[in-house]
């Protein structure tokens, strides 16, 4: 984490203290000599030293131990940083190619301007605004390998805002810094040296902090000169000159003995190396790919989860935890910053890493397995400069990652442990004191009630023994050590508590998932876990499993659904049409009128044209018997032959299982059309409500046709859909070439066998459905009060089968009542009527009816005396 709040630190351009100030003001001036008269004092004049220099160009930024927003100009003499993209709120950090083992050393620091970048818009900020990125700096020493931000234990700093900061350690020492200064750090590794490991701060040759004492862990090391910046541009000068001398006389880093310098491993020359490891989600991925990186110090990580916690350490909060969407893969940290949130830091990033040569670890988890986004990131690293290699890590792991998998475990259970013990602790600590106080209390009321002094001293000695007893028997109590259990031993990845990629994620794009070959660009492919033959088919078989579990969530119904979904609506909509007109005594009349002119107008030109031969041989018209109809052989479901049609007597019950069988027979086939996958021809059960929304906009649950298990859905539209008993997927029973005729004509058959069946007494044959009721404006309520809105609810409606009369367009009707909170039932159209209608009470009620005498159910005459369903 950074060492201070970077909120808190100001760029301070013109100093404000006298002893900071060089300028012509006979104070200050005053001030400065006194300074270096008490400064004379603290070091003396280094010797002259014989032994051999550390050779020239040793003591230089390595840009291949700093951040990715360092950006070094005239011979990295100055250090810029980026600015835009979001990288203007965060740190940047390099460190020096050589480091100080003994010895007193030097080296300097200017700030040669400074930015102010604008804010951007912030997203969950008040006002919308972003959180200002501000300048600061820090400099001093640091080991090898350690933080790039100084901020832990293995780092000794001062920062632009006058603190120091060395392990624990953490004072203000100092008064700030700002722009036109030169800061010196002086390292003091003497031993003879009354100032023996310490660290001093220098402001234009005047010491404005006394010699700082180093941390333990930086005792017996070499350390680095360090900087760590943000906003600011600096002059980095490692001498062998000084830009603004000391009291007394300091060689510089620059122009130390060689023995005293450890010098950095020198990076190999020649080519960089992009490294893109591949693996599947909750299987060791970032555990693995976080021992690659500890193997590999010089390797810089490109990521999502590296650039937050580069936010982190540059001082900015999460304004709420992962959740929702959040994953390994892709954290969902917010920070109100829309440019962090947007991917335009990773944009910038991206583009500046092939610039330098340096090794570099890509660990993104989806976009890994996929090999056109492989090939589109080896792209951006050029084969002349970059070695492009993959690992693939699948399969059975490593002796090696299983002893660092149960570390992690263990020590996490540590932990957990630790912190569980200091909550007993202070939870008995809190007890103990209370009580302790109610101890008092009684000592004192006792004292008070008590006859003599003597029988208070008694009971205050044996409440001290007893006291005295219980801290001993709690010190001699002894903790268990912390081991892993057989089943934690056995496992082989841990189980985190975020996934490595969300389920949404992954079911979009799991079926692109694929083994590396060297045919997308790659230089090697390493296969650290299998072979590559065992992981193409773990792979494969993976794949093959995820695609009976997954749901497919971005897909969109094609044209095909489109067409005929289309004309399922207007045949259905047609069809009720027909039927109220039937149900309604004078459209019926008109009807048939119409109709029988029809057939004499056809019958007489047909006589014109046979003659009078043919007339006389004429019969007359055989009488339609619709009880015993061959329901299928029915040429015109608008009209079985007597005007009638195929549909008179269906019930909101037909009209509801017609709309299910026909809606999911088109379901099934159009998703095999548009997913488009030999694999996963179909889906189960679990996934029917989702891709029934998806493809229909509405909500579809099989409970709402009265029943309670599946399979007894499945037995109710069983001549259209049915379930694999092998794979339990959904697959129709019908081509996709049936027509919304033909389903309508099994629908008709199953309405008479189940009329049969409860005329013969089989009461389970009625089918009970839950019709939504359609929401009713509030009532107006009386003068000055509130109307009272009537609740929705679901009512049971039971049909026993033909001999019942059908219902028409009424308030109970066909015409369509909306689902609970105004969107559509099951099998309705968007305005509320099955097949689209446009009004919810399609039909209406026959003209002249007074309100009275309506339909309760239907139109057009209602239900005969004594019928049951008669209200």
């Known amino acids: 984490m950074a060492s201070h709040q970077e909120d808190d630190v100001v760029e301070e351009e013109v100093p404000q203290d006298a002893d900071a100030h060089m300028g012509d003001d006979e104070e200050p001036a005053k001030a400065d000599v006194a300074a270096k008269k008490a400064a004379a004092e603290l070091e003396q004049d280094a010797a002259a030293d014989p032994r051999p220099k550390v050779a020239e160009g040793a003591f230089s930024i390595s840009m291949s131990d700093s951040t990715m927003n360092v950006m070094p100009v005239a011979g990295a003499k100055l250090l810029m940083a980026l600015t835009d993209g979001g990288a203007q709120h965060l740190l940047a950090g390099a460190r020096a190619g050589a480091g100080v083992k003994q010895g007193r050393y030097l080296f300097e620091v200017r700030i040669v301007e400074t930015f102010a970048p604008e804010a951007p818009a912030g997203r969950g900020v008040p006002g919308g605004q972003a959180p200002q990125a501000r300048q600061m700096v820090r400099v001093g020493f640091s080991t090898a390998g350690s933080s790039l931000f100084s901020d832990g234990p293995n780092a000794a700093t001062f920062d632009s805002d006058g603190l120091f900061v060395s392990g624990q350690q953490r004072s203000r020492t100092s008064g700030k810094f700002g722009r036109g200064q030169t800061i010196g750090v002086l390292l003091n590794l003497d031993a003879a040296s009354p100032s023996a490991n310490t660290l001093s701060l220098f402001r234009n040759g005047v010491r404005v902090s006394p010699p700082q004492a180093l941390s333990e862990e930086l005792l017996g090391k070499a350390l680095y000169p360090t900087v760590t910046y943000k906003n600011v541009t600096l002059q980095v000068n490692f001498g062998p000159v000084a830009s603004a001398p000391l009291p007394f006389a300091c060689r510089m880093v620059a122009d130390a003995a060689k023995d005293d310098v450890e010098v950095a491993a020198a990076a190999a020359a020649g080519k960089g190396e992009v490294v893109l ?3 599947l989600p909750d299987r060791g991925f970032f555990d693995f790919v976080d021992m690659l990186k500890a193997s590999r110090p010089a390797c810089v990580e490109l990521s999502d989860r590296s650039s937050l916690e580069w936010a982190t350490k540059s001082g900015l909060k999460a304004q709420r935890a992962q959740g929702g969407a959040a994953s390994n893969d892709k954290p969902n940290a917010k920070f109100g910053i829309a440019v962090l949130e947007d991917g335009s830091l990773g944009s910038v990033l991206s583009a500046v890493a092939p610039t330098t040569q340096r090794e570099y670890i890509l660990p993104e988890l989806r976009a890994n397995l996929i090999a056109s986004e492989r090939e589109a990131v080896l792209a951006k690293f050029p084969k002349s400069e ?3 290699t993959a690992v693939v890590l699948m399969g059975e792991p490593s002796t090696e990652f299983k002893a660092h998998i149960q570390s992690i475990m263990l020590e996490g259970k540590k932990d957990k442990v630790e912190k569980e013990r200091k909550k007993k602790a202070q939870e008995a600590q809190r007890k103990s004191l209370y009580e302790e106080r109610k101890k008092k209390a009684d000592a004192a009321r006792k004292a008070r009630e008590a006859k003599t002094k003597g029988e208070a001293g008694e009971e205050e000695e044996k409440e001290t023994a007893d006291a005295e007893m219980a801290d001993a028997a709690a010190a001699g109590a002894e903790e268990a050590p912390v081991e892993l259990t057989e089943e934690e031993k056995a496992l082989t990845f841990r189980t985190c508590d975020t996934p490595d990629i969300t389920e949404r994620v992954l079911s979009k794009w799991f079926s692109q998932f694929s083994v590396p070959t060297k045919a997308e660009g790659f230089d090697e492919i390493k296969f650290v876990w299998q072979d590559e033959a065992a992981c193409t088919k773990l792979l494969k078989d993976w794949v093959m499993e995820k695609k009976l579990t997954q749901r497919a969530e971005d897909l969109q119904a094609g044209a095909w659904f489109k067409e005929h979904a289309a004309a399922w609506s207007k045949a259905l909509a047609g069809w009720k049409k027909v039927q109220n007109d039937f149900k309604d005594p004078a459209k019926k009349k008109a009807m048939l009128a119409k109709k029988k002119e029809a057939a004499e107008a056809a019958a007489k030109a047909a006589g014109a044209e046979g003659g009078e031969e043919e007339k006389k041989e004429e019969a007359p018209a055989e009488e339609i018997d619709v009880e015993n109809l061959d329901v299928l052989a029915v040429k015109d479901v608008n009209d079985v032959g007597n005007g009638e049609p195929l549909f008179a007597h269906f019930l909101y019950e037909d009209w509801a299982l017609l709309s299910a069988c026909y809606e999911l027979h088109l379901l099934a086939h159009a998703f095999k059309k548009d997913l488009n996958d030999a694999d996963r021809p179909s889906f189960k059960e679990k996934d029917l409500s989702f891709y029934y929304q998806k493809y229909y906009r509405k909500s579809f649950d099989f409970k709402n046709f009265g029943i309670e298990e599946f399979a007894d859905f499945l037995e109710l539209i069983k001549d259209t859909m049915t379930a694999d008993e092998a ?12 027509t919304p005729e033909q389903v309508l004509k099994l629908a008709e058959e199953s309405r008479r ?17 839950s019709r939504p009721v359609p929401q009713q404006r509030a009532r107006q309520g009386p003068p000055g009060g509130a109307g009272q809105p009537q609740q929705q609810q679901r009512q049971p409606f039971s049909y026993g089968g033909g001999a019942m009369p059908s219902a028409g367009g009424g308030a109970r009707g066909v015409g369509g009542a909306r689902g609970v909170g105004g969107r559509p039932a099951f099998g309705m159209g968007p305005s509320g009527g099955f097949g689209g209608d446009k009004r919810p009470f399609a039909g209406g009620f026959p003209s002249g009816a007074p309100p009275a005498k309506r339909s309760a159910y239907g139109v057009g005459g209602g239900f ?7 209200r």
Request: charged share 35%; net charge positive.
């Open 277 to 279: 490891p591949v693996g």
């Open 386 to 388: 970059f070695k492009r």
């Open 727 to 738: 794979s339990g997927f959904l697959k129709p029973a019908l081509g996709d070439d049936a």
């Open 753 to 769: 066998e189940r009329s049969r069946r409860v005329d013969a007494g089989d009461e389970t044959a009625k089918l009970k459905f």
């Open 864 to 870: 005969p005396a004594g019928n049951p369903y008669r």
